[in-house]
């Protein structure tokens, strides 16, 4: 991941900006979804990518989510489906 912004779009739904760099080699190894959980791990939501992005390098997604109200920062981290998940979380605050 290289980058996640995030916006208030409504009182608790937030859109979630995710830049993913993979080294996808096709359709047994690629960046299959992403995920946004809470700081104690719990799963707030994930965006599953449909396909490998072998030639478009690094590519943004986005999913909007209602996230709970005390809920002031999160953690973003990717998967593959060969690797499961690895590289860097980025945790990012959520917009007052």
Request: aromatic share 8%; proline share 4%.
């Amino acid at each position: 991941m290289t980058d996640v912004k995030v916006v208030k779009v409504d009182a608790d739904v937030f859109r979630f900006s995710v830049t993913v760099r993979h080294a996808d080699e096709g359709w047994e190894h690629y960046a299959d979804r992403w995920e946004v959980l809470d700081m104690n791990g719990n799963s707030l939501g994930s965006r599953v990518l449909m396909h490998p992005h072998v030639n478009e390098q690094p590519f943004t997604r986005s999913m909007t989510l209602s996230l709970p109200m005390n809920v002031k920062e999160v953690r973003v981290r990717a998967h593959d489906k060969l690797h499961e998940y690895g590289g860097e979380e980025m945790v990012v605050a959520v917009p007052d």
